[in-house]
């Protein structure tokens, strides 16, 4: 069965290094996700992507952000200077079509020092 | 503002002692409601989707419900693998996210 890969799946650094997090998502799927989920609290929606450009974000990803499809398989997240309060697992999803179910990766544990 | 949530918190139950789980939700225009497990430090498990209010989907000890305020998980004769968090997502006509509520942490004690 066809799943979202996500690597690395645990990433310790230092506040204000750059860190990036990468989704291999389903290969047939054409729209991206990015959500994150800190520790004990809700997941919440990050940004979309579709046909190589943002569809919509939300008022976290704010210029320290970025994501890219660098090829016709990745999927990549980008932190510029991390924070403290950027720890949190960031997970990618994946799905056929605007109103179709979105698939989930394991996630990317992210600790940031 | 599209908002979800979830009751109760946590639910404790004996193998086999069946029980539901509840999402209200209040969206401008449900395009979909999902409902996803998650065992502790893993990614969102897909469980179902419901589109309209009168649908109802099913799968081994589950079935999920919707209304056009809420949707219920009913576990039937839970055993001690369904342990986890249930977690409910609604997908509005505003936007392709998808909001989610704070889930309900299922134990089933053998």
């Known amino acids: 069965e066809p799943e979202v890969t996500q690597t690395p799946s645990h990433q310790v650094t230092q506040m204000g290094q750059e860190v990036i997090l990468r989704c291999v998502p389903i290969?047939?799927?054409?729209?991206f996700y990015w959500y994150r989920q800190i520790l004990g609290q809700k997941v919440e929606f990050l940004v979309s992507f579709y046909n190589n450009e943002i569809s919509e974000k939300s008022e976290i990803f704010d210029d320290q952000f970025s994501v890219e499809r660098p090829d016709g398989s990745n999927f990549t997240l980008k932190i510029r200077s991390t924070k403290l309060e950027d720890s949190a697992m960031y997970f990618c999803?994946?799905?056929?079509?605007?109103?179709?179910?979105?698939?989930f990766g394991p996630g990317t544990r992210l600790l940031v020092l | 503002e599209d908002q979800v949530t979830q009751s109760p918190e946590a639910l404790r139950l004996q193998e086999g002692e069946s029980s539901s789980l509840n999402c209200s939700y209040t969206?401008?225009?449900?395009?979909?409601l999902f409902w996803y497990r998650q065992d502790p430090g893993k990614g969102p498990e897909f469980l179902f989707t419901l589109y309209s209010a009168g649908e109802e989907k099913e799968k081994e000890r589950l079935k999920a419900t919707l209304t056009k305020k809420e949707s219920f998980l009913h576990i039937t004769a839970p055993k001690p693998e369904d342990s986890a968090t249930y977690l409910c997502?609604?997908?509005?006509?505003?936007?392709?996210?998808?909001?989610f509520g704070q889930g309900t942490t299922l134990q089933v004690k053998p």
């Open positions: 969206v401008s225009g449900l395009r979909g």
């Open positions: 999803a994946s799905s056929s079509g605007r109103d179709g179910t979105q698939y």
């Open positions: 290969s047939n799927h054409l729209y």
């Open positions: 997502a609604v997908l509005s006509s505003n936007t392709g996210k998808l909001i």
